[in-house]
């Protein structure tokens, strides 16, 4: 039995008994004959990171086959306003097998698939988030020999009438049990829904935030998923949201992504976690359970590109709002071991060598299991206005840049921005000045894109006029005095949150 298969809530890896990534056309037909599906639902993200969805009725075998096998063509310049003309705009939306599920939210049986985007030659479209992730993902097992696998955190915040029974603690929401918590209910069957496109999760949760505004309860919550190859943590990122988004369409109740929608308030983050593999092999940690001269070097490279990376994760100039010290986001380009102050955190990874279940359960005998593959490092700076491909690929580019180095720069680099303090507290001042900052706003950081372009343009991964489009569109906001103009501005503030609300 494999044991990755029994229990999986995906309809069509249950049925076919098969992984994911082993589908086969033929799988996917015989599932539409055998289990009646009326409708293939093609699904794939745009410029504006929302999920779009083409819908094909299926009136016959030889249809369903066709649309498998040859796509559909659709208007490049309506999804990708910035990197493509009207007068050229045609572009093929070819399905992935691996990605198929069946849609949880409608009566008529139906089944979805992602898809990448191919230009008129046949190739992938060179400005396709998708694509750009996998060019990224192939650059860095070239040069470095390694995997690069990953794993989101999505945060988010409910929104539902206010109940006067029960109220929670204001901002003291982490882990909060029924009843105290209003929304648990809702994030259990989320979670259930994920599942069943495919979402591979590890856990789900109440989080910090909590707060009432116009007589309305704002309770955030958090999903995490487990760690899997970088192209699959991203789908399950983008399916996790529209997910979300649609259960609480069914269920009246309003869902925002948005890194900010208050002051004073938890932000709501994307933190994205990495790992490094080697032939299956997790080598984020070395043999002396630290962590690994690789991993050294990778989050080096991630030192090295932190500030251009909001480009890609830092979207609208609410993400600049969350950004603020004293709010468990960070600011500053640094990492350390359990710090939340801190841009990079490596969280607790079970290397203690030490059997913790045996002595919480007397009855069970004590073991030597290597729990050594758990390790991750954790960026946090990202949040859901994201290009979750983008962001990706950009992270990937950026571990890739610190293995690259010559080994000894990399090393001085880790050793210099590592910190174990909270860098935020009045006497670590000296050290807070001697670290760089992360930009402020939009502006910012498309100037710091610009600074870094070459990086993320070697090995051909993000082409030009993708990293033109993207600055061309973080310099529209001309955000650069918005965060002071804003500071004690209600009626500003609110407009800002109304804008970007439904934000990624």
């Known amino acids: 039995m494999d044991k990755n298969i029994a229990l999986n809530p995906n309809e069509v890896v249950a049925f076919l008994q098969k992984r994911p990534e082993e589908f086969t056309r033929e799988d996917i037909l015989r599932f539409i004959s055998?289990?009646?599906?009326?409708?293939?639902?093609?699904?794939?993200?745009?410029?504006?990171?929302?999920?779009?969805?083409?819908?094909?009725?299926?009136?016959?075998?030889?249809?369903?086959?066709?649309?498998?096998?040859?796509?559909?063509?659709?208007?490049?310049?309506?999804?990708?306003?910035?990197?493509?003309?009207?007068?050229?705009?045609?572009?093929?939306?070819?399905?992935?097998?691996r990605t198929a599920f069946v849609d949880p939210f409608i009566q008529i049986p139906t089944l979805c698939l992602l898809c990448g985007f191919y230009d008129k030659n046949g190739e992938p479209f060179d400005c396709a988030p998708h694509a750009t992730l996998m060019r990224a993902e192939k650059a860095f097992e070239a040069s470095t020999g390694l995997q690069f696998e990953a794993m989101g955190e999505l945060?988010?915040?409910?929104?539902?009438?206010?109940?006067?029974?029960?109220?929670?603690t204001d901002q003291k929401g982490y882990h909060e049990s029924e009843p105290f918590a209003k929304l648990n209910d809702f994030r259990r069957e989320c979670m259930d829904f994920v599942a069943k496109t495919g979402g591979q999760i590890k856990y789900g949760h109440s989080e910090v935030g909590n707060f009432t505004l116009d007589g309305k309860i704002y309770e955030q919550n958090e999903i995490e998923f487990l760690p899997?190859?970088?192209?699959?943590?991203?789908?399950?990122?983008?399916?996790?949201?529209?997910?979300?988004?649609?259960?609480?369409?069914?269920?009246?109740?309003?869902v925002s992504f948005a890194p900010k929608i208050t002051t004073g308030k938890a932000g709501s983050g994307m933190h994205?976690?990495?790992?490094?593999?080697?032939?299956?092999?997790?080598?984020?940690?070395?043999?002396?359970?630290?962590?690994?001269?690789?991993?050294?070097?990778?989050?080096?490279?991630?030192?090295?590109?932190?500030?251009?990376?909001?480009?890609f994760g830092n979207k609208n100039p609410t993400s600049y709002f969350r950004l603020v010290p004293h709010q468990e986001a960070p600011t500053n380009v640094c990492w350390g071991d359990c710090n939340r102050s801190a841009l990079v955190r490596v969280p607790l990874g079970w290397s203690a060598g030490v059997d913790m279940c045996s002595r919480?359960?007397?009855?069970?005998?004590?073991?030597?299991?290597?729990t050594r593959g758990k390790q991750t490092f954790e960026m946090r700076s990202p949040d859901c206005s994201a290009d979750i491909y983008q962001l990706m690929a950009g992270l990937c580019v950026a571990a890739r840049k610190g293995l690259?180095?010559?080994?000894?720069?990399?090393?001085?680099?880790?050793?210099?921005?590592?910190?174990?303090?909270?860098?935020?507290?009045?006497e670590n001042a000296d050290r807070l000045a001697s670290l760089d900052s992360?930009?402020?706003?939009?502006?910012?950081?498309?100037?710091?894109?610009?600074?870094?372009?070459?990086?993320?343009e070697e090995a051909d991964v993000f082409r030009p006029r993708m990293i033109d489009g993207i600055i061309k569109a973080l310099r529209s906001y001309d955000d650069a005095q918005l965060h002071r103009e804003a500071r004690g501005d209600t009626k500003l503030m609110r407009k800002l949150v109304a804008q970007y609300f439904y934000c990624g």
């Open 360 to 370: 919480a359960n007397p009855l069970e005998k004590a073991g030597a299991k290597d």
């Open 404 to 426: 690259e180095m010559p080994r000894e720069q990399a090393l001085q680099i880790a050793r210099e921005k590592y910190v174990d303090m909270d860098i935020h507290r009045s």
């Open 228 to 254: 899997c190859p970088v192209e699959t943590a991203a789908d399950q990122l983008l399916l996790a949201k529209w997910v979300i988004r649609n259960l609480a369409c069914r269920y009246k109740l309003d």
């Open 272 to 311: 994205i976690h990495m790992r490094l593999m080697k032939d299956g092999r997790n080598v984020t940690l070395g043999a002396d359970n630290r962590l690994s001269e690789e991993s050294l070097r990778a989050i080096a490279g991630l030192m090295t590109l932190a500030p251009s990376i909001t480009a």
């Open 155 to 168: 945060e988010y915040y409910v929104i539902c009438n206010e109940d006067t029974l029960f109220p929670a």
């Open 438 to 456: 992360l930009p402020t706003c939009c502006t910012q950081s498309a100037r710091c894109l610009e600074k870094d372009r070459a990086v993320y």
């Open 34 to 97: 055998e289990k009646g599906i009326r409708m293939i639902d093609f699904m794939y993200p745009a410029e504006d990171g929302r999920v779009k969805t083409l819908n094909f009725s299926v009136n016959s075998l030889a249809y369903a086959e066709t649309v498998l096998s040859e796509g559909e063509r659709v208007d490049g310049s309506s999804l990708f306003p910035s990197f493509i003309e009207a007068g050229n705009s045609d572009l093929y939306v070819i399905p992935r097998y």
